[in-house]
């Protein structure tokens, strides 16, 4: 009988989390942060001398999350924080090539996401409402990153990402930022966003 292939990685908190069958006991904010702050996204092609990584996004996305729905009550500003978490192990791909790949990389995606929710005491899966919500954010977000950082005009990056309201962007400027320094800001953020529960 053939050994099953291996499916877990070991991470830096020394939990072996099994990528196909997630468990929250298994999901440590650390390594989640430490992962985060270390891929890039637009697969690094943006302009400065740090990569532009799904840490500082996350967190642009839960500011972006705070603008959209002013009131929302914490545990949705904090699935708006995690709403990328999944790619501290299975990287960041850009949407053309996550619908290449097909359902199963969604799959995954989901399984990781449930058990990372489950694990900071959110629901497995969030209300499409609130997923909606985050969406529009992580789409405004988009705008900021492409006309700001990877080199897209704005009526191009309007035609992929939408053209945000004015008012939902005023004053945000993305800063490439070394990773130590983004990782304990993402690491910060969930600690207040989790206390705050």
């Known amino acids: 009988m053939a050994k099953p292939p291996r499916a ?19 999901i440590e904010i650390e390594d989640i942060a430490h992962g985060l702050a270390f891929v890039a996204r637009w ?31 914490v545990k949705w500003r904090l699935a708006a924080l995690l709403h990328d978490a999944p ?10 090539v996550k619908a290449a790949v097909g359902p199963g990389y969604g799959a995954l995606d989901d399984r990781l996401m449930a058990a990372i929710h ?19 954010a992580d789409k405004i977000s988009a705008f ?22 004015p008012a939902m962007i ?3 400027q993305i800063t490439l930022r070394p990773p130590k320094e983004v990782r304990e800001d993402f690491t910060a953020r969930h600690t207040m966003l989790l206390e705050a529960l």
Not at 47 to 56: F, I, K, L, M, R
Not at 87 to 96: A, K, L, N, R, T
Not at 144 to 159: K, M, N, V, W
């Open 43 to 73: 697969n690094g092609q943006t302009h400065g001398d740090y990569p532009y990584s799904v840490a500082e996004h996350s967190l642009l996305v839960e500011s972006l999350f705070c603008r959209v729905v002013p009131k929302a009550p």
């Open 144 to 165: 900021l990153e492409a006309t700001q950082i990877a080199g897209f005009a704005e009526d191009e990056a309007a035609r992929f990402f939408g053209r945000p309201d």
């Open 170 to 172: 005023d004053g945000m």
């Open 8 to 26: 877990w990685q070991r991470m830096l908190s020394g939990r072996r989390l099994d990528l196909l069958d997630p468990t929250p006991v298994d």
């Open 87 to 96: 790619e501290y192990v299975i990287g960041d791909m850009i949407s053309p």
């Open 118 to 136: 489950l694990r900071f005491g959110l629901p497995a899966q969030v209300p499409a409402t609130v997923k909606k919500q985050i969406k529009k």
